[in-house]
């Protein structure tokens, strides 16, 4: 069985990093991101803390082990992580100045436990936890993300944005 809940231990993120490490882009094959999707951003222990701090992660359980999470990134830590500014430059321009939105920072499931609707349930969980204080969820996926993309899109985001960003695209979605 599947728990969700907010992340409260360094346990709990300390999981989180190993998860990511195993589905980074030099981590998977080429046929492996085009069919499973990928993350992008390799997070630091003292940043992912910090931003749990400020809104706490979503995370998926089985036996007390982390199987999946998507990270809640509040814009206060726009300039924290170089690879992110050019996603904050591009929503604060154009969003509505007093907009109050959380980035969902990534999301990742591991292999074991894909396919069965952890990754809507995160989302669920995540606008449920969130709806008090903020008044939408933002993120980025990148363009050769398909696999990302098509299940965002299946949840109800919607694509607010597609830029460039030196040779990367990205597109900027909404829930």
């Not at 195993?22 to 630091?44: A, D, M």
């Not at 701090?53 to 995370?59: F, G, K, L, S, T």
């Not at 990302?148 to 460039?164: D, M, N, P, R, V």
Request: overall charge positive.
């Amino acid at each position: 069985m599947i728990q969700y809940t907010l992340a409260s231990t360094d346990d709990e993120l300390k999981q989180i990093l190993a998860l990511q490490q195993r589905n980074l882009p030099f981590k998977v094959s080429l046929q492996e991101k085009e069919r499973e999707g990928f993350v992008t951003v390799e997070h630091t222990f003292k940043i992912l803390k910090a931003m749990n701090e400020a809104c706490a992660h979503i995370i998926a359980k089985s036996n007390d082990n982390v199987v999946g999470y998507a990270l809640c990134m509040h814009p206060k830590f726009a300039n924290e992580i170089e690879v992110l500014k050019p996603m904050f430059n591009k929503i604060d321009s154009i969003t509505p100045k007093k907009e109050n939105y959380l980035v969902m920072g990534q999301i990742c499931i591991d292999k074991a436990f894909r396919k069965q609707g952890i990754f809507r349930k995160l989302y669920e969980t995540m606008k449920a936890e969130t709806r008090e204080n903020f008044k939408c969820i933002i993120t980025e996926i990148h363009a050769s993300n398909t696999r990302s993309l098509q299940a965002h899109y299946a949840i109800g985001f919607k694509e607010l944005k597609t830029y460039q960003a030196g040779e990367q695209e990205w597109k900027i979605v909404v829930f």
